[in-house]
């Protein structure tokens, strides 16, 4: 199947997943990020609002402000570029939907972070392979954002998906636009690239 068709295929499924199995999956996602040393050790942590039956990373919000760390959401550049900004978030920070319906505060110049000085990103996905190739929404948000990380990727910010065990495939061709992650997160494991064959 091409992207377009996994695509359509892993939004049925994760759609089908009830609120009690979103909840039970999310709750043991987030008891393995707490083991993540990639966690651990970052302050400022950009996450994303679950939408459209997502695994929901609202644990992971609330323990980034009970460690004092920071936490940020993406929110389209109003530039018409097709890539994200990182709009710092705070339990008090009022939300809006963007034209996706997707939660997001609304833009303020004044309370972006510099991309590139983000530590950890956890973005969401629609379905991965063991070797850490994402399919994403299909609009290339992430993929044109983080496309510096094309010449290192091993430079800041380190990049992991979170997703339900169920989004595997088998494999996922690669584009040359596509942006390697570090590793996927789900509620049965963490993957990490080159670590699972």
Sequence with gaps: ???AQLRQQFRKRRQALTHEQINAASEKLFQNILHLSEFQ????????????NEINPSLIIEEVFRKNKHCYLPIINPDGSNTLLFSHYQQDTPLTKNKYGI????YD???IFNTNELDLVLLPLV???KQCHRIGFGGGYYDKTFSFKHHDAFSKPTLFGLAFDLQ???KINEDTWDIPLRGIITEEKIYKRGKNQ
Excluded at 41 to 52: C, E, L, R, T, W
């Design 41 to 52: 050790q970052a302050k400022h942590i950009a996450v994303y609002s679950a939408h459209d």
């Design 168 to 170: 595997r495939v088998e």
């Design 127 to 129: 379905a991965f392979d």
């Design 109 to 111: 110049p004044t309370t």
């Design 103 to 106: 939660n997001r505060p609304v």
């Design 1 to 3: 199947m091409d992207k």
